[in-house]
């Protein structure tokens, strides 16, 4: 069956330092890949997609992820990270038609 | 910049009563979506609508139903509404493969 893992529940990480939330993805196919940030009471917003060509993916609040096949993964990285990134990051994945597949997300406190 | 406009951050509806949830985008996009996010069972696809009345069963339909009359708009009906309906309620939308946007959600009470 098709599924998306998020590890880890919640992270806590100093500002200032840097992040990596992990991701992996079970399809037949390669997916296209995404991340999802959501702040409290808010909506989900697009952080950054993989469809094919570079691993390496470059998405806004200078967020990004690293797509490596041999591992099923796509991991979001920061290399610093702000208070106001505290907020809840779901991975996502889709075939490209209607079904998208969320991870459990992973919430993240950034402490002082 | 997509724009997702919920009409309501917040409703309290009764048992029973017939509830609509609107939404609305601004970017041509031909789908659309309702999600539920619930705490401990993530993001579960309601109803999705891939053009103007037409509409396709998503996840968790049973309890609800959708109308599309126009492209920007997508309305999730709660026929009657009940207790465990009482959730956040997202929408969005999307250009093909392209990624959602979604709106800021409606939190739903039913009492």
């Known amino acids: 069956a098709q599924s998306v893992t998020q590890p880890d529940i919640h992270i806590t990480v100093s500002e200032g330092a840097s992040l990596e939330l992990r991701c992996n993805y079970s399809?037949?196919?390669?997916?296209?890949l995404f991340w999802y940030v959501q702040s409290p009471g808010q909506g989900l917003q697009l952080l950054l997609k993989y469809f094919s060509g570079d691993t390496l993916v470059q998405g806004i609040k200078g967020f990004e992820a690293e797509f490596k096949r041999s591992q099923s993964s796509f991991n979001l990285r920061k290399p610093s990270v702000h208070w106001s990134d505290a907020a809840e990051y779901f991975c996502a994945a889709s075939t490209g038609g209607f079904k998208t597949i969320f991870g459990a997300g992973t919430r993240l406190f950034v402490k002082a | 910049d997509v724009k997702v406009t919920q009409s309501s951050r917040y409703l309290v509806k009764r048992t029973g009563e017939k509830v609509f949830l609107e939404c609305v985008q601004d970017?041509?996009?031909?789908?659309m979506f309702w999600y539920r996010q619930d705490p401990g069972l993530g993001l579960r696809l309601i109803y999705f609508?891939?053009?103007?009345?037409?509409?396709e069963k998503g996840d968790i339909p049973e309890g609800y139903s959708v109308s599309r009359e126009k492209k920007e708009r997508f309305s999730l009906i709660l026929e009657s509404a009940s207790t465990n309906q009482t959730s956040m309620y997202l929408c969005?939308?999307?250009?093909?493969?392209?990624?959602?946007?979604f709106g800021n959600g409606t939190r739903l009470t039913v009492t």
């Open positions: 399809y037949g196919a390669t997916p296209y």
């Open positions: 609508s891939y053009d103007v009345k037409m509409k």
């Open positions: 970017m041509d996009h031909e789908n």
């Open positions: 969005a939308s999307s250009f093909g493969p392209q990624g959602l946007h």
